[in-house]
């Protein structure tokens, strides 16, 4: 039998041939076998020649990646790994879309940030939306629930309800030992033992002998939380001991002083735990007119000027007004009338002048009342001094008849002032007489002492400053004040 080199199959238009190496190639086609054409042997060798080309098999690149520029629509500046980026609008499926613009980027620490002030995002979930973040102002959660939330650490944490449960079961009520003048910020692994003890940037215990109460809210230990005692005893050593009355659940207190947690309020809610609860106002003074100090406000000196002043001023406020000393003013204002703050600054001024003598007699306005007072008793003499014929500062050996006293020839009769005798109880105001002198009169004190002539003396003023002693005043009449009275014996 000739071999058969070429088998033909009518296919029920045209006989397609098939070509075999052998006889032994021929196979009978089943319902899972079949016999391929020439053409179709021909059509899947040429579809393995090639690659990455139309209508062709995408290969991998050397590192088992589809090459980018293979992928319709995407060129190699997008979804990169470093520094990716994104431009336009997203729309996806029905059930889950993301509206555009988005304007997001990823910053160095991988998270998601909107590109420019006014940008945004509105989550949805279908064509509801269910979260929206604005203007990097605030979440709108859009009536749905945010769940989740773990207990609160700093001031501005959200609460969860559970939290708050817990607080309106326990109840909260002021701490018994009142407010804490500081709150701890961190941990204290020892407690400081000598002083000063800065807590919350405020520096505390400056000296021996003092006291504070303190907040501890920060420790790994959390039965170390609590309020204490914190003395400084003598030596600089500082104990800490707690208050466990005061540290019990329920218990409120405030914090007085501190750079973080000043004026805050802090809740015990569970024995150990410590979470601000909220924060009064804080008040502060302006440091010009009032001032401040822990809970106490002072007016500064100054801190009231008379554009602050009403009108008037009640009566009763004045000083000494309602009281036995105003009778001798009742000339002016009764006491207990009401009156302009004018009329009575007038009044005051009145009583001022006429206490120093402005008002009638000129007093310098530089001088005091008491220096004012101090001149009237020099030139007003008490009750003695004279003005004599000669006065004599050197010792005068014989007290007896007529003698030469200071150049001045002096006769039975004529007054003489001794000052400078050296027997201090012989000085004092004499009358010559032709024996023994007669003694009128011992010096005074704040008297005044001249004489008419004299050849050193003549119109010297003396003071008298004891019974036997008197210092020169004014020297000379060109020195005398101008209203000096002294009296004369006659």
């Known amino acids: 039998m000739a071999k058969h080199t070429v088998y033909e199959r009518w296919d029920g238009s ?8 052998t006889n032994a190639d021929i196979i009978e086609e089943s319902s899972t076998k079949k016999v391929m054409t020439a053409a179709e042997r021909t059509a899947i060798s040429d579809y393995l020649a090639t690659f990455n080309a139309a209508n062709k098999l995408l290969k991998l690149d050397a590192s088992a990646l589809i090459p980018v520029a293979l992928i319709p629509d995407i060129s190699a500046t997008y979804l990169l790994k470093a520094n990716p980026s994104f431009t336009g609008n997203l729309t996806g499926a029905a059930a889950s879309k993301v509206y555009g613009p988005l304007g997001v980027g990823f910053n160095a620490t991988n998270l998601i940030m909107p590109n420019g002030a006014t940008d945004g995002f509105i989550f949805k979930f279908g064509n509801v939306d269910i979260l929206e973040f604005s203007q990097l102002a605030h979440f709108d959660f859009k009536g749905y629930r945010m769940t989740n939330i773990a207990d609160p650490i700093d001031p501005q944490d959200a609460v969860p309800k559970s939290w708050v449960e817990e607080l309106v079961s326990v109840g909260a009520h002021p701490a018994a030992g009142g407010p804490v003048q500081a709150a701890s910020t961190g941990n204290y692994a020892t407690f400081p033992s000598t002083g000063p003890v ?12 003092t006291t504070i109460r303190v907040l501890v809210k920060n420790q790994s ?20 001991n707690k208050v466990t009355a005061d540290s019990t659940q329920g218990n409120l207190v405030f914090v007085e002083y501190g750079a973080t947690q000043n004026d805050w309020l802090y809740h015990n809610s569970n024995g150990t735990s410590w979470a601000p609860f909220s924060k009064v106002d804080t008040v502060v003074g302006d440091e010009v007119s009032i001032t401040k100090s822990g809970q106490t406000f002072s007016i500064k000196a100054g801190g009231v000027s008379n554009a602050m002043l009403g009108g008037s001023i009640a009566s009763s406020k004045l000083a000494s007004e309602a009281s ?14 009401a009156t302009p703050l004018a009329t009575r600054i007038s009044d005051i001024l009145s009583a001022i002048k006429l206490l120093r ?26 009750d003695g001094g004279c003005r004599a014929k000669a006065l004599m500062t050197t010792n005068v050996a014989s007290l007896s008849g007529p003698q030469t006293i200071d150049g001045v020839s002096c006769v039975a009769g004529d007054i003489v002032v001794l000052v400078g005798q050296t027997t201090a109880a012989d000085n004092g105001v004499y009358m010559i007489a032709a024996g023994v002198w007669v003694k009128l009169d011992t010096l005074l004190v704040n008297c005044f002492y001249v004489a008419n002539q004299g050849t050193a003396n003549a119109n010297k003023v003396y003071r008298g400053t004891s019974t036997t002693a008197a210092t020169l005043l004014y020297n000379g009449s060109a020195n005398i004040p101008v209203g000096l009275g002294i009296f004369s014996y006659v």
Request: proline fraction near 1%; glycine fraction near 6%.
């Open 14 to 21: 045209v006989w397609q041939q098939y070509y075999f190496k």
């Open 198 to 209: 800065v807590i919350d940037g405020v520096s505390f215990l400056a000296s021996d002998l």
């Open 221 to 240: 230990t959390a039965s170390q939380n609590g309020i204490y005692i914190v003395n400084r005893e003598s030596g600089n050593v500082v104990t800490w």
């Open 324 to 337: 036995a000393e105003a009778t001798a003013y009742a000339s002016m204002v009764a006491a207990g009338t």
């Open 357 to 382: 003598g402005v008002a009638n007699f000129k007093t310098d306005n530089t001088e005091t009342i008491n220096d004012a007072y101090v001149r009237i008793n020099r030139l007003v003499p008490q």
